[in-house]
Every structure is written in C-alpha cells, then in structure tokens.
C-alpha cells in the first residue's frame, strides 16, 4: 500500500517535464491535466484534499482547471460529488469525504477543452504549430482537446470495484491494485477507447522529483493488439501515466476531430 506522502512538499518539488511527446504545442491543448492527491492510502481518515491543473511539466501546476465536472466513484460504484473546488490562479483545490471504507475513484469527469487545428502527417496526426508550420498544401481540420485527470486513494481495506472502465472515450485501466505498485515490479494498464482496447497507443510514464533523481525519469512504451501495456516503476515515488489519442469526434460534436489525453496518478513504494 502506498505510503503517505506530504502535497506540500512534491508541489514545491522541481518535477520532470515531457519528453519525446507529440503534445500540442502553442496553445492550452499542450497542457497534461493532473489530480494529484495529498495521500493515496488514507489510513482511517474520513477525507482527502486533492489538487487539479494543467502543466507542461509533471504536478507543477500552470493552468487552474475550470469548469471540469470533479466527482468520485465510492467502493460500492456509486458516484459521489466533492466538496466545493476552489479555484486558485495556477490549480484548483477541493476536499472529499470518504465515508466507507474501501478504494475510491477520483475524476476531472471529461472537459472539453479548446479547439485547433491539425493534418496527417508521418502516419499519424500532428496539430498546427507544434514545433514547425504545416507544410504547404495539407488538409487542415479542425480539432478539440477533451481531457480526464484520473486517481484512486483508498480508505482501510483496499476494494476492486473501481476499476472497472468507464466504457466511453479514452482511458487507462489498471490490470492490477493500484494501490499496491512496487518500484522494481511491472505494472500492467489497459489502453481503452469507448469500452475497446486500443491498440498502437504510445503511453508515457513520467516520475516526480521525489523518486530521487530530480524527475529525470521517463518512460515510453506502446499497447499491443489488446491495448495492454507494461511498464516497470523504477524507485518509489508518485507517478504520473499519459496517454492521448486523435480521432473522428462523435456525430454532433462541435469539430469532426477531437484530441483526447487520459492521465492517470498512482504511488509506487
């Protein structure tokens, strides 16, 4: 079970930054959402305090994430809302109370973000103005950012019934507790796109500053056809996954394609 560990002090942390990305440069699109609680095993503890924002580099917040519709999942599956987000100018703060025992699920819930505009290139997608013009003569389409920030802290006994997906949009399953990730010890996620394993996908693992190496550390790899991936924590410290995907938006949306980033928060000890 993950130790304790003091929000105050990783904050001031000087944290790793990204690293070999195809991000969207130049715009908010660039930013990594977090959730980043202040304890994942909370003992008896009845509550918890957690902070949310965007940034270019790992738990430093930049950008206070507004208008994201912040709530938990209970152990029993039920959802439940936090207490009232207070929005500093860099992150936004809230408390939860933890009334039963068992795993909970924290969520930002899915935020449209701000749109932009990308072209194929290389086999894949690359947004305008990230890190060179478009070349001449690409089709240009138009393209919204939709983020989920995501984290799981247990109450007393830790429970499984969280971790089930969503079923809808992007998002990283953990294939085992993650409230039991070691340093030196793989750990296994699922990549899932509306419910089906995502294939192809490029995850990166990034490490904060009190893994003891000043955040240098950064790892890359890709799911196979089942959309699993395997990545192994190399000290203790807290986490920070990533993933993103470019695609067709659904029928009704507000631009054809959508650009959607999944972060997922975890301890290793």
Known sequence: ?????N??????SVLTGLAGLAVLAGSALAHMPYLLPAQFDVGKRGHISVEASFSDHVFIPDITMRDAPFHMLAPDGSRREVGPVTHLRDLAVFEADLAQEGTYR??????????????????GWRMAGEGRPAPQGVELVAVQSVTLAEAYVTRGRATDGVLRPHGGGLEIVPLSHPGGLSSGADAAFRVLFDGKPLPGAAVTLHRGAAGGDGGKGTQQAETDADGRVTLRPDLAGTYLLLVRHRTRAPAGAETPYRSYTYTLTFDAT
């Open 1 to 5: 079970m993950a130790t304790m560990r």
């Open 7 to 12: 929000a105050g002090r990783r904050l001031r």
């Open 106 to 123: 924290l969520t930002s819930g899915l935020r449209l973000g701000r749109k932009g505009r990308m072209y194929r290139a290389d086999g």
